[in-house]
């Protein structure tokens, strides 16, 4: 393979942004969903977020890959919106009580049981302050690794550890009656 074929997300210029769009359309909006927890809101932020890569296109110095650069970007869209609306309430007290999560195996009952557990997760991921919700989405849920996630929060590894230690709290807080009421 020449120069002339290598990847353009290891060089310091930006693809074609029609191929950006294409190729990481579903990515960018997978991470809004996540980040807003809801279609319509989700579709708005992956819009903002490609006219903010848009006309950012031009800053890209290819320090990082190109899916990082727009996690960044999409993730500060999710942020901006958040901050904006200050909707709903968020979880802020924190409980060191370790609360164990059952195995419930592949029974059609514990079908049921995972199901309205991943409800229960994701509600309460959505009431965690947006900051801690970004740390979580990228590294727990997107399985981002701990500096690539830092990376796209523009922030160092041990503020993102210590977002995520305070997320993994307040979730295990809200998990715990469910939790006790599951296992009675």
Do not use: C
């Amino acid at each position: 393979m020449d120069e002339s074929q290598e990847q353009p997300e290891s060089e310091s210029e930006l693809p074609d942004f029609d191929t950006i769009v294409g190729e990481h359309s579903d990515f960018v909006y997978n991470v809004a969903y996540r980040m807003m927890g809801n279609a319509e809101d989700a579709e708005d932020v992956a819009q903002e977020a490609f006219i903010s890569a848009y006309r950012a296109r031009d800053r890209f110095r290819g320090d990082s890959k190109v899916t990082t650069w727009l996690y960044r970007i999409t993730t500060n869209a999710a942020l901006m919106r958040l901050r904006k609306e200050k909707r709903g309430r968020s979880l802020t007290r924190t409980g060191l009580d370790d609360v164990e999560i059952p195995s419930l195996g592949e029974t059609p009952e514990g079908a049921a049981v995972t199901m309205e557990l991943g409800n229960k997760i994701r509600e309460g991921i959505a009431m965690l302050h947006p900051d801690l919700r970004a740390a979580v989405v990228l590294r727990d849920v997107s399985g981002l690794s701990n500096a690539e996630a830092a990376d796209a929060l523009n922030i160092t590894i041990s503020s993102l550890k210590s977002r995520l230690h305070r997320a993994r709290i307040l979730l295990r807080k809200h998990m715990a009656d469910y939790v006790a009421s599951s296992q009675a």
